[in-house]
């Protein structure tokens, strides 16, 4: 069966710092990637996707990039980090094609101090 | 502009009751449609789904109620029992767009009661 990682769980970083994500699926191949973001009050807010290896889409402009190195990584990264970027991390995965349900980690509740 | 909406923030219910969750959408493009439950310091689980071009989908004791004239789906729990105790979000997707994007509802807080 398919299951989706995502560490760390939790983390606490200061402005400025630098950020990194990681999520990685196993059991299946060629699958769509995508983070979502949901800050404080809001609803869950797609971030970017995948359909492979080095096609990465963004859907807002911010703060933040991703990449995916590999077929089933996917890795949410920013340079400096501002106090907007708080909020809970959420990767995804879906087999490709119309109608196919995504599948979520558990998450990432990042808190900027 | 919130395109789905999910009017009741928290629903309680007994035990081996019927839950109906609502879920309303502004976006016509939407064509496709689901259901996610989510416990606390979890990531959204799916739960089931539906095509526009269908009215009515059923897993188990979920099923999904599609008014595509009304721009109105329902997410029926029969019956309903104490692990169904979550959050439900609904989300549209518009299947032509490029990015699979889902947009969600708010999500409402399930309470079912032993």
């Known amino acids: 069966s398919q299951t989706i990682h995502q560490w760390p769980a939790t983390l606490v970083q200061p402005v400025g710092s630098p950020l990194s994500l990681e999520c990685t699926v196993e059991g299946t191949s060629n699958p769509n990637l995508y983070w979502y973001r949901q800050a404080a009050g809001r609803g869950l807010q797609l971030l970017f996707y995948s359909v492979g290896i080095g096609q990465i889409s963004s859907e807002v402009p911010q703060n933040l990039s991703a990449s995916r190195p590999q077929d089933r990584q996917f890795i949410l990264s920013s340079k400096k980090l501002l106090l907007s970027d708080s909020g809970f991390y959420l990767c995804?995965?879906?087999?490709?094609?119309?109608?196919?349900?995504?599948?979520f980690g558990d998450g990432t509740r990042l808190s900027i101090l | 502009d919130q395109q789905v909406k999910q009017n009741s923030p928290s629903l309680s219910v007994q035990e081996g009751r019927i839950s109906i969750l609502n879920c309303d959408y502004t976006n016509s493009m939407f064509d496709y449609f689901l259901w996610y439950k989510k416990y606390p310091a979890e990531g959204p689980t799916f739960l089931i789904s539906i095509s526009s071009i269908k009215d009515k989908n059923e897993d188990g004791r979920f099923t999904v109620f599609l008014n595509k004239s009304a721009k109105h789906l329902s997410l029926h729990i029969v019956p309903s029992q104490p692990g169904d105790s979550a959050v439900y979000f609904c989300?549209?997707?518009?299947?032509?767009?490029?990015?699979?994007?889902?947009?969600f509802g708010k999500g409402t807080l399930l309470t079912v009661n032993p």
């Open positions: 995804a995965w879906s087999v490709q094609g119309f109608n196919q349900p995504q599948h």
């Open positions: 989300a549209g997707v518009d299947s032509g767009g490029s990015n699979y994007k889902l947009t």
